[in-house]
């Protein structure tokens, strides 16, 4: 191999970062939207959690059973906008690059795929994690939680475990924007909806037909809703939550060689049809 | 870099196909009725298959201005897209400074860059942030990145205090200036230009015309070049090929094309006149041109 067609030293490590860079540049001209969708996001979260108050009065439950719905609902509207936050930025990896026009450019790149996932997902898991922290923050102002016995850290690890296999989903995802360049974007909904049902995010699975619960071992969001609501309500440490943490660590080594292989076949797939065009 | 390595880019025979024969459904039958249709005469196929490279050979040489000339639809912009790893070609062979573009597209991809007819940018980001993602893809250097990036675009003539403005702002000829800015970035020793100045108005097109030629003449680099505009064809390359329906129909130097065209109605001979001989056709059409 001549020296020109050799990758530079740390050139995949810049390469990752451009994605990094880059997307924290459109977050910040897109500001005015990001405000949009961090007010919803508040304001759908914190609807959610007033069901649990909404419950006293409704069925005259106790204050302290109304106190636990509204953590149980608030870690699920919580934990659920970190991971569908990382889901729909990953399914977006080639989306936004179609809506803005750069697919072509961006594709044709010296930058293997892994790496352009890499920097896009190391994003994600940022902007995530901070926007989660600010709805956190707003819930916690508004209903006084008592999170005294609360296991922190461990939710937060249990969280970043979780990330892993919802990475792995959204690059199977980012699949249908490639494949299908009109309507792929909007047909990754299907996948959020489908893990919405059956991982418990809003009431326990035990509720839902014996079939649907059986799904619910298959998806990460089950485990982390799980390890959440253990560290969260009961305080759980890391060895009670390892029973939640390597199931996800395990669909994660799984999930994310199994969305890179079929990434890279439906692009060579795409680049056969001539699907990498832009449609901005 | 190979210095023995005689061609920057060579097109063996390539071949690109769109679309697929349709055949029939036997367990959708009332699909394949078409009107004035009977069945068993052939005619329930219905073939949409779009033949957009057929069979194109040609070399290009290290440091040569190379021109493809063809009107829309004539395969130029699939031919660039095959060169470029976009597309996968269904026959044929393509390699760039000897590296075939599907079997090591990644060392294909280190040496080629290019710049498209659209200007390929994220409308909302400024140059600046434009060239650094364009730049870090690359592999440049961090901290040599800001100036390369104010040097070539002062080379450009492109006002400091558009560096910062958002892309949606600037004129299509500024921003077709800061793809090419964006191209040099990553040093590119084979440059793919398709229609480059298509849409551009008369100065922005002299502009970028003078710098492709000092491109060559600098910085050594091979160019490829699209276009519809046989001025621009003839005034800048070196070779050019004519390309209709996806075939090259001809293919040397400006002076020897237009030698071949029909000298007898008294005016020397154009590109658009050896291009009308060639294939019977105008180069372009009313509706082609740039509003």
């Known amino acids: 191999m001549s020296a020109v067609t050799q990758p530079i030293r740390g050139s995949y490590a810049r390469a990752s970062f451009a994605f990094v860079e880059r997307n924290w540049n459109l977050v910040k001209r897109y500001w005015a939207w990001e405000v949009v969708w961090l007010v919803y996001s508040i304001a759908n979260s914190l609807s959610v959690s007033y069901i649990g108050l909404g419950m006293e009065v409704l069925t ?12 149980y609902l608030l870690i699920g509207t919580l934990v659920w906008r970190y991971l569908s936050s990382i889901f729909y930025w990953v399914t977006e990896v080639i989306a936004i690059e179609r809506w803005e026009g750069t697919i072509e ?16 997902t190391a994003f994600a898991m940022v902007y995530s994690i901070v926007f989660t922290a600010i709805i956190l923050l707003f819930s916690i102002l508004l209903f006084d939680l008592d999170m005294s016995q ?13 990330s892993f296999s919802f990475v792995g989903i959204g690059v199977m995802g980012a699949v249908l924007p490639l494949l299908f360049p009109e309507r792929g974007a909007q047909m990754t909904h299907i996948i959020v909806a489908t893990l919405l049902l059956v ?37 759980a440490g890391l060895g009670e939550l390892w029973q939640y943490i390597w199931p996800v660590l395990l669909l994660a080594l799984f999930m994310v060689p199994a969305g890179l292989w079929i990434f890279g076949r439906a692009e060579r797939y795409a680049k056969i049809q001539g699907k990498l065009a832009r449609n901005g | 870099m190979n210095t023995s390595i005689e061609y920057a880019l060579i097109v063996n025979n390539a071949y690109k196909v769109f679309g697929k024969e349709k055949k029939n459904r036997y367990w959708l039958p009332w699909k394949n009725k078409k009107n004035g249709q009977n069945e068993g005469d052939g005619s329930e196929k219905e073939s949409t298959v779009t033949i957009a490279v057929d069979h ?45 573009v599907v079997e090591d597209p990644m060392a294909a991809q280190r040496m080629i860059n290019r710049v498209s007819v659209e200007a390929s940018f994220f409308k909302k980001l400024s140059p600046m942030e434009n060239l650094l993602y364009g730049a870090r893809l690359y592999g440049v250097k961090g901290s040599v990145i800001h100036e390369q990036v104010k040097s070539i675009l002062r080379r450009l003539d492109i006002p400091e205090k558009n560096i910062g403005r958002p892309m949606e702002e600037m004129s299509r000829g500024m921003q077709q200036k800061v793809a090419i800015a964006r191209a040099l970035l990553s040093s ?60 090259v129909v001809a293919l040397d130097k400006p002076e020897n094309l237009r030698s071949l065209a029909d000298r007898s109605n008294g005016h020397e001979p154009t590109l658009e006149d050896v291009f009308l001989e060639l294939t019977g056709k105008k180069l372009v059409k009313e509706t082609d041109m740039p509003i």
């Open chain 1, 60 to 71: 005259g439950a106790s204050a302290e059973q109304g106190q636990y719905l509204v953590i």
């Open chain 1, 105 to 120: 450019y961006t594709l044709m790149a010296p930058v293997p795929r892994l790496v352009h996932l890499v920097g896009h």
């Open chain 1, 150 to 162: 609360a296991n922190m850290a461990g939710g937060l690890v249990m969280l970043l475990a979780g």
């Open chain 1, 199 to 235: 991982s418990g995010v809003y009431y326990p699975v035990e509720v839902l037909p014996e079939l649907l619960q059986k799904l619910a071992v298959l998806s990460p969001a089950w485990y982390v809703l799980n390890g959440t609501r253990s560290a969260l309500l009961e305080g």
């Open chain 2, 56 to 100: 194109v050979t040609f070399e290009v040489k290290k440091g040569e201005i190379f021109g493809i000339l063809g009107p829309n639809g004539g395969g130029k912009s699939t031919l660039i897209r095959l060169i470029a790893t976009l597309l996968l070609p269904d026959g044929g062979q393509i390699r760039v400074f000897d590296h075939d």
């Open chain 2, 188 to 247: 590119p020793i084979l440059l793919l230009l398709d229609e480059p100045t298509t849409g551009l108005d008369p100065r922005s097109k002299r502009e970028v015309q003078s710098f492709i030629r000092e491109l060559r003449d600098m910085h050594d680099t091979t160019i490829l070049l699209t276009t519809h505009d046989m001025v621009e064809a003839d005034t800048l390359c070196d070779r050019i090929a004519i390309m209709d329906s996806g075939k």
